[in-house]
T-cell receptor
Framework: AQSVTQLGSHVSVSEGALVLLRCNYSSSVPPYLFWYVQYPNQGLQLLLKYTSAATLVKGINGFEAEFKKSETSFHLTKPSAHMSDAAEYFCAVKKGGGNKLTFGTGTQLKVEL | GAVVSQHPSWVICKSGTSVKIECRSLDFQATTMFWYRQFPKQSLMLMATSNEGSKATYEQGVEKDKFLINHASLTLSTLTVTSAHPEDSSFYIC????????????FGDGTRLSIL
């Protein structure tokens, strides 16, 4: 079975500072990994995905994530936080050949002036 | 591309009524659609998976007769909450994806359901 652990339910950064949101996965087979962002009262928007190509994945809005098999991690980063980045972020894993996405519990990102 | 439209975005209705929520993929054919429920400040809970033209597969603990799912075409799935009660109040989100294994799910904007 696949699972995802997001360390830190709340992360607070200053505007312009580095954003680092942590995600560790567990999967019995090579996984597909995703990061989604959710703004209040909205659905989820795909930020980026890892599907066994390049290990460093670039997404929208300046976000990127690196797949590290040895650490079973897929942390999300952005060099410089913007106020508009404040939202809930979900890491998700899917088994190859499967249908279901398994979500982490989410990390609420707060960006302060 | 990959836009999923969910309607309505907000519903308030009396206890005992049935509510239908629509999920449409606007610019792609959705072989598989998913319905999630999200409680405040929590992650998404998968309710059911539906493939076009087939019966939905419900997750454990989800009442099939309570949450009716229809996926009659490659661009439309509906969730009907039958005889809704206050405990059914929640945020319901649909998603859709093509049949390709490495493609992500694309999400609708959700429906806030409030049962009085």
């Amino acid at each position: 079975a696949q699972s995802v652990t997001q360390l830190g339910s709340h992360v607070s950064v200053s505007e312009g500072a580095l954003v680092l949101l942590r995600c560790n996965y567990s999967s019995s087979v090579p996984p597909y990994l995703f990061w989604y962002v959710q703004y209040p009262n909205q659905g989820l928007q795909l930020l980026l995905k890892y599907t066994s190509a390049a290990t460093l994945v670039k997404g929208i809005n300046g976000f990127e994530a690196e797949f590290k098999k040895s650490e079973t991690s897929f942390h999300l980063t952005k060099p410089s936080a913007h106020m508009s980045d404040a939202a809930e972020y979900f890491c998700a894993v899917k088994k190859g050949g499967g249908n279901k996405l398994t979500f982490g519990t989410g990390t609420q990102l707060k960006v302060e002036l | 591309g990959a836009v999923v439209s969910q309607h309505p975005s907000w519903v308030i209705c009396k206890s005992g009524t049935s509510v239908k929520i629509e999920c449409r993929s606007l610019d792609f054919q959705a072989t598989t659609m998913f319905w999630y429920r999200q409680f405040p400040k929590q992650s998404l809970m998968l309710m059911a998976t539906s493939n076009e033209g087939s019966k939905a597969t419900y997750e454990q603990g989800v009442e099939k007769d309570k949450f009716l799912i229809n996926h009659a075409s490659l661009t439309l799935s509906t969730l009907t909450v039958t005889s809704a009660h206050p405990e059914d109040s929640s945020f319901y989100i649909c998603s859709a994806r093509t049949g390709e294994d490495n493609q992500p799910q694309h999400f609708g904007d959700g429906t806030r359901l409030s049962i009085l």
